[in-house]
C-alpha cells in the first residue's frame, strides 16, 4: 500500500526515505514490512533481486495479506527475469493466499500473472528460447 500511494504522489522515493525515518524510531513491524515491499516494487528490475529477497527473507506467517501481496509482486519479477519456473512456485501461493481471505480480484490477479508466466515456458516446463520470435 505504501508503494502505491508513493506512486500516485509522484515523490516515491521522498515518501519512503520519510517512512524509514519514522520506522528507526517506531516499533511498528507492519511498517517495516511495507518498507521491504515499496523498495522492492519501486527499484528498477535490475536492482531488484537484493530487494525481494530480503522482503521474502521476513517471517510473514501472522500477515497472510502482506505475505500474498509479496508474493505477487516477487512472482512478477521473477517472471520478468524469464525465471518461469520459480516464478510460478510463488504465484500459485500468492493466489492460494488470496483465494482464502477472499480476495478474489487480488487472486485473479495471481492468476493473470501465472498465465503471462506460462507464455514464456515449454510444455516441458523449460523456457522458450527469445531467438525463436514466439
Known amino acids: 500500500m505504501l508503494a502505491a500511494t508513493a506512486v500516485q504522489s509522484g515523490d516515491a522515493r521522498d515518501v519512503i526515505v520519510g ?16 518498507l521491504r515491499y515499496a523498495r522492492a516494487v519501486l527499484s528498477d528490475d535490475s536492482a531488484a533481486g537484493p530487494l525481494y529477497a530480503d ?58 500473472e501465472l498465465g503471462a508466466s506460462a507464455v514464456g515456458m515449454r510444455a516441458d516446463g523449460s523456457p522458450r528460447s527469445s531467438s525463436t520470435g514466439r
Open 19 to 34: 517512512l524509514e525515518q519514522v520506522a528507526a524510531v517506531t516499533l511498528s513491524p507492519m511498517l517495516r514490512v511495507n
Open 55 to 112: 522482503l521474502m527473507g521476513q517471517d510473514l506467517a501472522c500477515w497472510p495479506w502482506a505475505r500474498a501481496r509479496a508474493e505477487l509482486a516477487y512472482g512478477g519479477w521473477l517472471r520478468r527475469q524469464h525465471r518461469y519456473a520459480r516464478a510460478r512456485e510463488v504465484l500459485r501461493g500468492a493466489e492460494i493466499s488470496f483465494a482464502r481471505t477472499g480476495a478474489g480480484a487480488w487472486a485473479g490477479a495471481a492468476r493473470t
